[in-house]
C-alpha cells in the first residue's frame, strides 16, 4: 500500500515557475513508477510525465516538454514536479499517481493522491 500527498500548488502569472511534491509513505516507493497527470475542469484527467522507480527513464507530454522536469528522492520517499514558462493551458488539479510502469494512462496507475490545485494567470 503507497498513500500520496500532493503539495506545492498555487496562483501563479504566466510565464512563472511552481516546484510540486508528492510525498509517499510506505516502504516500497522505491518500487514504483511514478506519474503526474492533471485535470481541467470539464476535461479529462491527461498525462503530464512520468518517471522510472530508479529515475534513469523518463516521458513528458508534448505540451509539457522543455518546460517540466519530474524528478525523484527514493531516499526521501518523493517525486518532484519543476514547472517553469508556466502558461494559462497549465491550469488543473495535478496528480502524483504510483504505477508498475511509465506510462499515461491513468487506469495502469495503482494509487493516487488527492491533487494539488495549479492556477495560472494571462
Known amino acids: 500500500q503507497v498513500q500520496l500527498v500532493e503539495s506545492g500548488g498555487g496562483l501563479v502569472q504566466a510565464g512563472g515557475s511552481l516546484r510540486l511534491s508528492c510525498a509517499a509513505s510506505?516502504?516500497?516507493?522505491?518500487?514504483?513508477?511514478m506519474g503526474w497527470f492533471r485535470q481541467a475542469p470539464g476535461k479529462a484527467r491527461e498525462f503530464v510525465t512520468a518517471?522510472?522507480?530508479?529515475?534513469?527513464?523518463?516521458s513528458y507530454a508534448d505540451s509539457v516538454k522543455g518546460r517540466f522536469t519530474i524528478s525523484r528522492d527514493n531516499a526521501k520517499n518523493t517525486v518532484y514536479l519543476q514547472m517553469d514558462s508556466l502558461k494559462p493551458e497549465d491550469t488543473g488539479l495535478y496528480y502524483c499517481?504510483?504505477?508498475?510502469?511509465?506510462?499515461?494512462?491513468?487506469?495502469?496507475?495503482?494509487?493516487w493522491g488527492q491533487g494539488t490545485q495549479v492556477t495560472v494567470s494571462s
Open positions: 499517481a504510483a504505477g508498475t510502469r511509465t506510462v499515461a494512462t491513468p487506469r495502469q496507475y495503482d494509487y
Open positions: 518517471i522510472t522507480w530508479s529515475g534513469s527513464g523518463t
Open positions: 510506505g516502504r516500497t516507493f522505491s518500487s514504483y513508477a
